[in-house]
């Protein structure tokens, strides 16, 4: 496979892929690897509000279910297919 010289587009440092779709230096990848791991290990206080609205489908509140359980069934129907539907 040829290699293909192309320009990061985070740094502006040129690099070389094999994948000429490639947009970002193996130096950002694995920098922006590392930020994002960083951000995955950090306490959920840190950055909450940035993260909430991306990580809302996979956290779904026991206890505010568990509160729904106790209100009505109406409730907890909206509860569940909010919890299996978090785009609606
Ligand atoms: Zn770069």
């Given at each position: 496979m040829s290699k293909t010289k192309i320009r990061c587009n985070t740094c502006g440092k040129w690099f070389q892929s094999a994948n000429a779709k490639e947009v970002t230096c193996p130096d950002c990848l694995q920098k922006a690897r590392k930020e994002k791991m960083a951000a995955k290990a950090a306490?959920?206080?840190?950055g909450k509000a940035a993260t909430a609205t991306a990580t809302s489908a996979a956290l779904v509140d026991p206890e505010a279910i568990a509160k729904a359980i106790t209100v009505a069934p109406a409730v907890i129907a909206r509860a569940i297919i909010a919890a299996l539907l978090p785009t609606a």
């Open positions: 306490p959920p206080s840190a």
